[in-house]
């Protein structure tokens, strides 16, 4: 490492902002650049589904560190500036505005974006005005903007961002219907049990949840907003916002224009590194090989854009540590505390500790024995101890974790052992 060398890193979010601190802190001696495509400095996107979209926090709470920060770090933060072409012969990359940045080392954070809604009825190049997206501030503030008392909200997708968003427009009064295709909501991500409270949850505080509906096409206004979304069993569902959460897209085209191994997200290492030595990808964006799961994931969450962050700086620095953390993740609605640690698919069996209808309860996965995942509500200290017994992958004795009577702690093995990897199961 030399005082000459250029680190640049593209994407100026969780990730991207992580990596050019972490990296001075690590030691890293050049220059360290860090170019993303919004106006504002890096800030935290999970509140925008929550405490942002309700009022309960600010605009300024929202920036991940202040600019000081990057000052004292010697990051060089460059807003509005967009990558469009990565020249790996050349060691540099263009810019949108016709720049073009040299780099020694690269690393890609560049997320993901919304999918978009293909409907009959809506016209490929322009989107209706009261159809938005929520991925960014600026799509934070465009919703909030049309959440008033009595506004008809319909949100399309039942997963986290569109429950969040479901519990935060009922707080303005808003007459919120969710439509999810498949037959219960949060289906990708956690079980039966937790679905069914969540949708339960969401009927209690008014919302109108519509699962196993698919809407076939828009009904548009002469101005071109949507007035109604039409179901295939022909019922019609007026709006007057609609927002589609319905999932989101990594942004891997130019890593895969320039040739970096892309498998449903930009390829890495555990140590953050792509298929070139030169470029590091984090975030979103990325796939790895999970040992624990012993496939190749892409996670969406914050944690992970940390841990691969970290991970990348440490590299960089030459003083590599792998990442093998444990998938983890949250979820804000109403006065719930969703955790989530590990995945949960492919489990056989689901065991309750503590009463759903007490708003606190935690749901262990086991598959033959192993405790593979969890999701707890309100319950933050077995949380952490969940965290420890997915990590830990071995087998336990699943109905007794049911066991409000035994302490989680006794459930932990005395030493940490090898864990089994959720693939040699069975
Ligand atoms: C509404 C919402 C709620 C969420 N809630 C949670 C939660 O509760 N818990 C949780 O763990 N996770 C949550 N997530 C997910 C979490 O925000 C993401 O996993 C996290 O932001 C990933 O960080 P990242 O740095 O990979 O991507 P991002 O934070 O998206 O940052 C990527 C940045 O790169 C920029 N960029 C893209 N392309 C270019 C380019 N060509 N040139 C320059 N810049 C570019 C983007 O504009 C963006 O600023 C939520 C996400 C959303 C949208």
Redesign the pocket.
Known sequence: MRENEILLI?????????LAVAARQQGWLGRIDL????AML?Y???????AYLHGAASFESLALRPASAYEAARVQVHSD????QIDRAGHRVH??DGRVMPYTKLAL??????RTLVLPGLDAGAKPRNLHY???LTD?DAIRAGLKEGARLVVLGGG??GL??AASARKFGAEVTVIEALPRVLARVTGAQVAAFYEAVHREAGVQLRTGLSVERAELADDGAITALVCASGERIAADIVVAGIG?LP?VE?AQAAGLAIDGGIVVDAFSQTSDPDIFA?????AHHSALYNRHIR???????LEQ?RAAASALCGKPKPNHAVP?????QYDLKLQMVGLSQGHDACVLRGDPASRRFIAFYLKEGVVIAADAVNRPADFMLAKRLVAAGVRVDGPALGDESVSLKDRLPASPAAPATVAQLG
């Not at 935290?44 to 929550?50: F, I, V």
């Not at 954070?109 to 919304?114: K, L």
């Not at 984090?282 to 990325?286: I, L, P």
């Open positions: 593209v994407g100026a979010g969780h990730a991207g902002a992580e170019i993303g495509d919004e890096p935290q996107r999970p509140p925008l589904s929550k500036a967009q990558l469009v810019l949108q954070c560049m997320g993901g974006r919304p929520l991925r960014t934070a986290y961002v969040e968003l989101m942004n130019l984090a975030g979103d964006c990325t996670l969406e969450s914050v944690p992970n854009a962050a983890w993740f949250w979820s804000d």
